[in-house]
């Protein structure tokens, strides 16, 4: 009896494929998948091509992906991953370089799940093992909590906004916004590098963006973004005046804050206050400084990511009358910001990530006295 249900504690465990050229690297992320009993490391690769391989015989239910590697690079080797397996989770592990930054981002942007920063810093093996474990583990049970629940349950998890679009139970007069921010983390470059492009050059509004991530990667992600969007896409900096049509990424372990002096331009301004919701920037600060700011004339979207940051800032801008747009759970990579604010029913429309912006360009097109009915209108 007792090894009939530890085999079956076996088979329900949540499969990793480890691949990454270092020696000492695979043996520490092993060391970090023994931490946690759901997990099991079902195979080791030193290369891509070997990682590639391994796919079919491994059957992992999610990958470890090195981004520097010899014979086949990670964002080479995740491509070729997503041909063979769409919609298999990959977390890519990088180096705190701004190499390691750029290709991250590159990789996050075709396709990647989510990353992780190599350790660096730690005295001992054991705390590097610590340090990782932390950041990793969650993200791991985050990216396959569909596969590790059972159907029933997923079914009952699923609210009925995540099938079509949503209209909240509120119906009241709402502005044309004035502004539109963003809140979003796990899964994030990849959904808005299918957002932010699509604006043209002639959006009118502002664009405010909070993506969880370090310093040096949001800068890589703005430079990036800038390159592939219409509109001019820069990393906020302290005292940056706000222009119409320029879309600000927040900086990496910075919150952002807008700040209107009376008789003085828009500005923005970055602090390093507490984190909020384990996180800075925190998309709760930068929706609360919006509030302030502009009131309910807003337009606020929430895309994928993990945990509920933004969900209290959001039941704010509802509050005030603004509009709540959320991306559902099916193209999310991690539906917990998003799923969040449906589950409050905040969110007025909840779509998929590939009819954001036509939707983000109807709301924001419509004048005043128009505005009226942007709830009922829902695509």
């Not at 991953?81 to 990088?94: G, K, T, V, W, Y």
């Not at 049970?141 to 997923?154: G, N």
């Not at 996180?279 to 930068?286: I, N």
């Not at 449906?342 to 998929?352: I, K, Q, R, S």
Request: glycine share 6%.
């Amino acid at each position: 009896m007792l090894e009939l249900q530890s085999e079956a504690r076996a088979a329900s465990r949540i499969r990793v494929l480890i691949v990454d050229d270092s020696a000492v690297m695979r043996s520490l992320l092993r060391s970090v998948v023994s931490t946690d009993s759901a997990l099991e490391v079902a195979g080791t690769a030193s290369d891509g091509l070997s990682a590639l391989n391994a796919l079919s015989v491994v059957r992992p239910d999610l990958v470890l992906l090195d981004v520097e590697m010899p014979v086949m690079d990670g964002l080479a080797t995740l491509k070729q991953m997503r041909e063979r397996a769409p919609r298999l989770p990959i977390i890519m592990c990088s180096a705190l370089t701004q190499r390691g930054a750029q290709v991250t981002i590159e990789s996050l942007a075709s396709g990647a799940s989510d990353y992780v920063a190599k350790p660096t810093g730690q005295t001992s093996r054991e705390a590097a093992t610590q340090a990782l474990a932390a950041e990793l583990i969650p993200k791991i049970r985050a990216l396959t909590m569909r596969r590790s629940l059972p159907f029933a349950t997923r079914r009952q998890n699923l609210s009925p906004a995540t099938a079509m679009p949503h209209l909240s139970a509120r119906h009241a007069y709402s502005p044309a916004p004035a502004a539109v921010v963003i809140g979003v983390s796990t899964g994030g470059p990849a959904a808005l590098d299918v957002i932010l492009p699509a604006l043209p050059a002639s959006f009118p509004l502002p664009v405010f963006v909070v993506q969880h991530m370090p310093d040096l990667f949001t800068r890589q992600l703005a430079e990036r973004l800038n390159t592939r969007c219409a509109p001019e896409v820069c990393e906020a900096a302290e005292g940056m005046a706000v222009r119409p049509g320029r879309i600000y990424i927040a900086r990496g372990d910075w919150h952002m804050k807008l700040v209107a002096a009376p008789g003085q331009p828009l500005t923005l301004h970055l602090d390093q206050a507490a984190l909020e919701n384990h996180c800075r920037p925190s998309v709760d600060v930068l929706f609360r400084s919006a509030a302030q700011v502009y009131g309910g004339n807003l337009l606020a979207v929430m895309l994928t990511g993990m945990g509920h940051d933004g969900l209290t800032g959001t039941r704010a801008l509802y509050d005030l009358g603004a509009t709540i747009l959320a991306q559902d759970e099916a193209s999310s990579a991690v539906w917990g910001m998003p799923g969040a604010i449906v589950h409050e029913n905040l969110a007025h429309t909840v779509l998929p990530v590939q009819r954001m912006a036509a939707e983000i360009l109807r709301l924001c097109a419509k004048p005043d006295s128009e505005a009226m009915m942007l709830r009922e209108s829902a695509v």
